[in-house]
């Protein structure tokens, strides 16, 4: 664990990635698929504060969608029909997009926590 000033992001970013707490690195960052914990189960930094919204989602899409297209010549040069094309295309994008979306939304997360955004740092008052 740092100290309560620092936050290193390459650190956090590490953790996020493996879909762990930014914090510590131990706790899982997810209760669920993509449900953000409460508080870590290890060191109890509250997680529930994150704005990751459409972010990982869109990242996903572009990441996946990239390699997608890049596939597609290939694939219509061998000759498949324009069916299997589409069914080979479909099999290559979905898990890609559902084993992507938590790490990088880990990520999302770990930054925002790391550069104290949307609720991670200390409640400004007026």
């Known amino acids: 664990m740092t100290d309560a000033n620092e936050r290193p992001t390459g650190e956090a970013v590490r953790n996020g990635l493996r879909c762990r707490c930014p914090a510590c690195g131990e706790g899982k960052l997810f209760s669920s698929y993509l449900k953000v914990a409460q508080d870590c189960p290890a060191c109890g930094e509250p997680l529930h504060h994150h704005r990751a919204d459409d972010g990982p989602a869109y990242v996903t899409l572009l990441v996946v969608c990239h390699i997608a297209g890049f596939s597609l010549l290939p694939l219509l ?3 498949l029909a324009p069916w299997a094309v589409a069914l080979v295309l479909c099999g290559l994008a ?24 949307h609720g991670f740092g200390a409640v400004a008052r007026a």
């Open 77 to 79: 040069g061998s000759g």
């Open 94 to 117: 979905v898990p890609l997009c559902l084993a992507m979306l938590p790490p990088i939304k880990g990520f999302f997360v770990a930054v925002q926590w790391s550069k104290r955004m």
